[in-house]
């Protein structure tokens, strides 16, 4: 039996997997079972921020592992404490609690906010949490429910309540929210990376930032995709010019090992308390020494230059035969096009060339460490998909 008709055997049927087998990669190119070459502008799902087989990052993770591969919460560990350190002081947030998935980031923000209202008010009458339509913020019971699609809520109920979706273009569709409910927060994504590869409007994001202050709500920012470099700044809301009480990042930020991390600002440093909320394997070693290779690693200079790719790839796409529209921010790319998305991506994929799908739309989340030229040849390829 070969790995596909083992993989149908033994592995739960939860993904259509596409007819191809990964093995090997350096930096954004990836090689099959069978030596064929390919252009990731995938990722792994925003995952390998440096690629595949990054030699800083193998150095970083084997001399950690080396020493240990994991403690628990019950000690102190160093990579832990410095990846804490590292984030805080590149996003002014004061304290964080590191699990080891988008999700887990989710459920730990949403703890947060719960408890945050709970030592305010007495009781849970301020539980409400607003998020937007056509978000995602994961598959947990809680986060499928903070996820504003209807598609997600069902099969597995009953959903956990607490939780009303306003619009991602009307605010005062959160103003109305916020007076008929008792709130304690609103989370958003900036870019609804599962929705379509929506960027929120500055004005909007605007609107929704003077609702929380006037109602006292605490502003969670969901950057599970958007984070790390992804949008063209470290994290997408220093592009929107504020900074949160909350906000998750994960994919990214281990550059492709398992880890998530929520962020606590000054109004919730101090909510989560011992007993309050734990993780196994939330911290360990060799995910923050990743980390803290990868964050180190993501500067001006970086940033710059995903800025700089990811303009001249939207001036590409954009009006190029069979595209509708170019959405999303920095080296977050979503294609509407006239041909299906699935078209689109089993012809790039026959070609070499890795791409997603989301809500109907053709997505791109390259390497941040693509070349120019493996960037121009992967374009020109999709280019020809969309045009056929």
Known sequence: MDIKELDKQYVANTYSRAPVTFVAGKGA?????AGKRYIDLGAGISVNTFGYADNEWLTAVNAQAS???HTSNLYYSEPCVNLAQMLCERTGMKKVFFGNSGAEANECAIKAARKWAFDKYGDESHATVITLKNSFHGRTIT????TGQDMFHTKFGPFTPGFVYASAQDASEVERLAEENGCCAVMME????????????????????????????????????????????LYAFQQYGFTPDVFTTAKGLAGGLPIG?????????????????????????????????VLSRIDDRLLARVRKQAAWVRMELSGAKGVRAVTGLGFMIGIDCEKSAEQVAAGCLARGVVVLTAHGRVRLLPPLCISDGELVEAVDILKEVIAE
């Open 29 to 33: 190119v990836a090689f099959d079972d």
């Open 67 to 69: 020493k240990i591969q």
């Open 143 to 146: 986060t499928l429910s903070a």
């Open 190 to 233: 900036l870019v609804q990376g599962e929705g379509g590869v929506m960027a929120l409007e500055q004005d909007y994001v605007n609107k929704v930032l003077e609702i929380a202050r006037a109602r006292d709500l605490l502003v969670v920012i969901d950057e599970v995709q958007t984070g790390n470099g992804r949008t063209g700044t």
């Open 261 to 293: 991390a929520c962020l606590l600002g000054e109004k919730v440093k101090d909510t989560l308390t011992p007993g309050s909320h734990g993780s196994t394997f939330g911290g360990n070693p060799v995910c923050c020494a990743a980390g803290l290779n």
